[in-house]
């Protein structure tokens, strides 16, 4: 072969051999130097150093409660999320535990808590994810150093969340700079990173001195209840005409009756119940007998639940609560106040929607009337099929929910109103379905809806 030939082939693999190198095992730096960490198929954390530029957006995460949009006060640090082609560095690292995984996005959330949080208290994460428990110990955060505390939660792709920050329960759940309510958090785990977060209040601290709010005659007692081995307050309202006339008068059974009076003890704000009948009296001659039920607090996800959500592991005691109610509770009311007792309803928001339902259709003798605001139907789907199988029902169903509430609320009723139209429920005979524009899951709509609800039911 001739020489020239050979050394022109030569050369030729001699720079395909160079561009084969340079290409992959170049050094492409870019500018600063930080470290992360990546993670293993086995999906612990592998510290890597290697050199980029870190990209830090202020500003904070999106919340809504219920659903509601606000801001909160914080700072995302974007991470590496891979290891790159970039050459490794000698330089100082740190290192992360915030990393895409191939079991999800693993993110770090970070909280400053007031200076006068007690030394001894513990920082939890409630949200969706946990049945809203505020005190679930596997959602307890390592308190820092520097007094912060943290927290490492892995979750798919694409997964959003709504959650608060409590000391344990909602009496202690965090509130906003000048100690007002604040939106639901909420985050998209797109991006694994460090999040940082701002809690201004607790509850404990900034509402002890509420004003109470008691309107008309409204009266309280506390009554043993065995099925559920606690003592509870009960609230009885009365209308304006109670003491001057001698007739019977119908019978509203609400849950979470904490929040339907006062706002001294109210969680958020009271549903306003008693000025709302007062109003209704002077204005239509409309008057009722309203009892309330405290919830049991931490345990009102469990108490207002028949079936346990295997996903959560709480709920399976609202058997237990109906039967408080019908076999012990409304026994003592009509034997103490002159009821009608073929006028007797039921009425509840969010999970106390849910037992109403389930209440109306359990004890269709007992429960001729039921009311649900803004009912979560979707801790407990099998309600679908209870009411659609139950022998009977009520013989008046008041539904309703917001458009700014979340999906699993919006669809649950929406599902709920079609199984009802099914067994032969007709709208404005005998279902009411109410869509509040703009209503979100809170008390201030529970209680601006309460008036219309109560006069289509017992009108």
Same mark, same amino acid.
């Given at each position: ?32 130097? &930080? !470290? +992360? ?6 999906? /612990?954390? %592998?510290?890597?150093?290697? @050199? $980029? #530029?870190?990209? *830090? =957006? ?13 801001? &909160? !006060? +914080? ?6 999320? /891979?290891? %790159?082609?970039?050459?490794? @560095? $000698? #330089?100082?690292? *740190? =290192? ?364």
């Amino acid at each position: 072969m001739d020489v020239r030939l050979i050394g022109a082939l030569m050369l030729i693999i001699l720079l395909l051999s160079g561009l084969y190198f340079g290409v992959n095992h170049g050094s492409g730096v870019q500018s600063g130097d &930080t !470290s +992360g960490t990546t993670s293993s198929p086995d999906n /612990t954390a %592998t510290k890597t150093t290697w @050199t $980029t #530029t870190p990209q *830090t =957006t202020t500003g904070g995460v999106h919340v809504t409660p219920g659903t509601t949009t606000s801001t &909160t !006060s +914080g700072t995302r640090t974007t991470l590496p999320l /891979t290891t %790159t082609t970039g050459r490794p @560095t $000698t #330089t100082t690292t *740190t =290192t992360t535990t915030a990393s895409n995984t191939l079991n999800g996005i693993t993110v770090t959330f970070v909280v400053s808590v007031p200076e006068y949080t007690p030394e001894g208290d513990y920082v939890y994460i409630a949200g969706d994810f946990n049945g809203w428990n505020p005190g679930d110990e596997r959602y307890r955060l390592k308190r820092l150093p520097d007094g912060r505390w943290a927290i490492d939660l892995t979750f798919p792709y694409g997964t959003v969340i709504e959650f608060k920050f409590t000391r344990g329960s909602w009496e202690t759940v965090e509130k906003g700079p000048n100690g007002e309510e604040i939106s639901n958090r909420r985050f998209v785990f797109t991006k694994a990173g460090t999040y940082e977060f701002t809690v201004h209040n607790w509850r404990d601290y900034v509402e002890s001195g509420k004003e109470h709010t008691v309107t008309g005659n409204v009266r309280t007692f506390r009554m043993f209840i065995s099925q559920l081995n606690d003592t509870r307050r009960i609230w009885v309202y009365l209308p304006p005409d109670y003491s001057s006339s001698r007739k019977r008068y119908p019978v509203l059974y609400m849950f979470d009756g904490q929040n339907l009076f006062d706002n001294a003890t109210a969680f958020l704000r009271e549903w306003g119940v008693d000025e709302a009948l007062e109003k209704l009296y002077g204005e239509k001659n409309f008057s009722i007998i309203v009892v309330g039920i405290d919830s049991g607090g931490d345990r009102r996800i469990d108490e207002y639940a028949p079936w346990v959500n295997e996903k959560y592991g709480r709920g399976g005691l609202g058997n237990a609560t109906l039967e408080f109610i019908v076999k012990n509770l409304k026994s003592f009311i009509d034997k103490q106040y002159r009821t009608d007792p073929e006028k007797t309803g039921i009425m509840g928001s969010s999970l106390g929607g849910l037992m109403a339902f389930y209440a109306g259709f359990l004890y269709p003798d007992v429960f001729q009337y039921v009311g649900a605001m803004s009912p979560a139907f979707w801790f407990n789907p099998e309600i679908y099929d209870f009411v659609k199988n139950a022998s009977g029902g009520p013989k008046k169903i008041y539904i309703d929910w917001g458009t700014a509430e979340s999906q699993d609320i919006i669809s649950g009723a929406e599902k709920m109103v079609e199984i009802l139209k099914n067994r032969g429920y007709t709208e404005r005979a005998n279902i009411r379905v109410v869509i509040d524009e703009g209503g979100d899951h809170k008390e201030y709509y529970w209680g601006k809806r309460f008036p219309g609800a109560v006069l289509w039911l017992f009108g």
